[in-house]
């Protein structure tokens, strides 16, 4: 996994990757689904702490539904393909883009 954070890391050094080219390599590969999961679990911590403290939260996951990296992935692939302009943005803000495809597919009411 390190190796393939290393590549990424030195890539997006020499070019800007887009979000939608890490989404098209993150189908296909383990390592950086579980970077995504990383940040889908670190924004759902965030999200409860937000309600514990209460706040309002950022979405409102179901209760009781876990998600995969590769669901968190499939979440920002949606979003994306409906707001094409953020899968032109720089990958390296996809955290940002993660938190707005979440917002988006599970909105509080």
């Not at 996994?1 to 080219?21: E, P, R």
């Not at 209760?63 to 032109?88: E, N, R, S």
Request: with cysteine.
């Amino acid at each position: 996994m390190f190796l393939s954070l290393t590549a990424i890391a030195h890539a997006a050094q020499t070019q800007s990757i887009a979000i939608n080219d890490l989404i098209k390599t993150a189908s296909g590969d383990q390592h950086l689904q579980d970077l995504v999961l990383g940040f889908g679990k670190g924004l759902e911590a965030a999200n409860q702490k937000l309600k514990a403290i209460g706040r309002s939260m950022l979405y409102c996951q179901p209760d009781g539904l876990a998600i995969t990296g590769d669901q968190y992935v499939h979440i920002v692939d949606g979003y994306v393909q409906k707001h094409p302009t953020w899968g032109k943005v720089d990958g390296r803000i996809l955290p940002e883009v993660l938190t707005q495809a979440m917002m988006d597919a599970f909105p509080c009411k």
